[in-house]
């Protein structure tokens, strides 16, 4: 896929608390293709303290307003400067970045689960599989109530499961603890913190269901120049922007 | 028009911008958004005579106006280079040079030899000035004596025009600059990373998983201008700058300064369409300046009286 480097103009900047926010983005020109699972590198502002760009997952696509969504969570400075981008104002981005997550075949039962702003990329995924006549099924997991985002929005394209550590919404604890993991599922796609992408692929590894998991490690370039991004697999080290961010565990060596 | 066509040794090249080896793959990568046969030379990824998986992850850090890798030269060795990589970039219409490493005097000799014979790769840089590797790498660059062994020893077997990239990580770049010189090196390059270090306060961890590593961008631009204007001063041959080069204007300092050439780094993970803008702005610069060509402002620093 033809990766562009673009200036995209605010359309929205909505504070969804003091942790997250959604900014949504447009084009003079029509934006192009983007797949489910793919990022964008954000230039910030390529200033002493935020150098570099930011990857950001695409959280979803609004081909009717022709607007790209990005979730966002205040971490550090470059986000934290990202959550104060004005409407109006011009962002450089490089796009589309990345595989994506694949298409399961039509009956497969398909069960997305995410975990804090990692529930971004699900959306997207979950409006394809909308497309593709196939009903996803979101389990998403928070500390607290406060951090589950835009469940509203998740609704639109499949049935919405939650949970929280504090108990605060949906069933109590961790998203692999969830009554709904008793069901059989043909295949998981989760994005979120890694210690709760391990404990899923650990389930999906006992109960032999294929599992994709969204990786985000730290990088430069995003464009398979650096080198920066690697994680080790059954093939060596990939880069995560460009053989990633999506990959299948059973290609990881992760200790699960 | 300006000319910008430059001449560093024997190498010809359309102009005086050139990648910075790691930070350009193997031109590829950039192509949805540059034409990059109109960049003057492009330095593709560390090589060396076997594969190299590199260092584990992480390896990079952000730092202030900057970063800090420790890559390892991941490569898929030479062999793997001339077999599946050079088919591609001898097809790009622009200078390609390989940029070969090694642990031994003995792997770099066997890797250069392989790569003499392609038609296509007008020169090599010899890296002498690695940071992240154990073995070898910086430890040749860092003496004056290790150095032009390393490099007598690749000048026997490689005829074409060798260029040798320097590490800051020394007391005094122009003696090892001189070493490079009296070994039969056609060209120096520098400065490649300086040896660094970022810390985690929060979990008292280093954040590379090497401890240190190599720091680039505009935060070394500084030490890599003193560098080249010291080296352009000791040796006789031409002198390739780079460090911390984000735009013309930093690119034209380095040619008063006594550059040659330059090379476009970390600069390109920010902006991939960095090298031709610096092609150009350095044209508009000379034109606006009222010079013909490139050449006429190469070491022309005017120091205070």
Redesign the interface.
């Known amino acids: 896929m033809?990766?562009?480097?673009s200036d995209l103009i605010v359309t929205a900047n909505e504070q969804l608390n003091n942790q997250y926010f959604l900014l949504k983005l447009t084009s003079k020109e029509t934006l192009p293709e983007m797949l489910p699972g793919q990022f964008a590198e954000v230039?910030v502002d390529?200033s002493?303290?935020t150098?570099?760009?930011r990857p950001i997952s695409i959280h979803f696509v609004d081909t009717a307003n022709n607007e790209l969504w990005l979730l966002v969570q205040k971490i550090g400075d470059g986000t934290r400067k990202m959550g104060e981008f004005v409407v109006g104002q011009s962002v450089n981005l490089?796009f589309p970045l990345g595989n994506s997550f694949s298409m399961p075949s039509s009956h497969q039962k398909v069960l997305l689960i995410g975990g804090g702003v990692g529930v971004a990329p699900l959306l997207m995924m979950g409006a394809e599989l909308q497309k593709k006549s196939i009903q996803a099924v979101f389990l998403l997991g928070a500390r607290s109530k406060n951090d589950l985002l835009e469940l509203d929005v998740f609704a639109k394209y499949g049935k919405v499961y939650t949970t929280t550590e504090d108990g605060s919404h949906g069933e109590k604890g961790y998203v692999t603890h969830h009554s709904l993991l008793k069901e059989k599922f043909d295949k998981l796609y989760t994005c979120g913190p890694t210690p709760m992408m391990k404990a899923v692929a650990a389930y999906a590894l006992k109960n032999n269901i294929d599992c994709e998991v969204s990786l985000e490690?730290?990088?430069?370039?995003g464009?398979?120049?650096?080198?920066?991004?690697?994680?080790?697999t059954k093939e060596?080290?990939k880069c995560v922007c460009?053989d990633g961010p999506v990959f299948n565990i059973k290609d990881l060596k992760w200790q699960i | 028009m300006a000319d910008l066509t430059t001449s560093i040794g024997r190498l010809q090249l359309k102009n005086p911008v050139m990648t910075a080896s790691g930070t350009f793959g193997y031109g590829d990568e950039f192509a949805d958004f540059i034409d990059i046969s109109k960049i003057g030379a492009i330095i593709v990824k560390g090589t060396t005579l076997h594969h190299r998986e590199g260092n584990s992850y992480p390896r990079m850090a952000e730092t202030p106006s900057g970063m800090l890798n420790a890559v390892g030269l991941q490569n898929k060795g030479v062999d793997y280079f001339i077999k599946n990589i050079y088919p591609q970039t001898s097809k790009i219409d622009t200078a390609i040079l390989v940029n070969v490493s090694g642990s031994t005097i003995e792997d770099y000799v066997a890797t250069v030899e392989k790569l003499v014979d392609l038609e296509h790769i007008p020169a090599i840089e010899l890296n002498i000035s690695c940071p992240n590797v154990k073995q070898g790498g910086m430890a040749f660059g860092t003496c004056a004596a290790s150095a032009e062994e390393v490099i007598s020893a690749v000048r026997k077997v490689y005829p074409k025009h060798l260029m040798v990239k320097l590490s800051p990580n020394v007391t005094d770049i122009a003696e090892i600059a001189r070493a490079a010189e009296t070994a039969g090196a056609d060209s120096v390059s520098l400065i490649n990373t300086l040896l660094g270090m970022a810390i985690n306060a929060n979990t008292r961890k280093p954040i590379l998983s090497t401890v240190t590593g190599g720091l680039s961008g505009p935060c070394v631009k500084p030490i890599a201008l003193r560098m080249v204007w010291q080296v352009a001063k000791a040796v006789k041959i031409p002198v390739v700058g780079l460090g911390g080069i984000m735009n013309a204007t930093d690119a034209i300092e380095f040619f008063l300064a006594g550059a040659t050439a330059v090379q476009i780094g970390t600069a390109n993970f920010i902006d991939p369409t960095i090298t031709v803008k610096i092609v150009n702005g350095i044209n508009d610069y000379l034109d606006n300046n009222g010079y013909k060509s490139i050449t006429d402002i190469i070491g022309k620093l005017e120091i205070h009286e």
């Open positions: 033809k990766k562009y480097m230039l390529n002493a303290t150098f570099l760009r490089l490690n730290s990088m430069a370039c464009i398979g120049a650096c080198l920066c991004c690697v994680e080790d060596g080290h460009t």
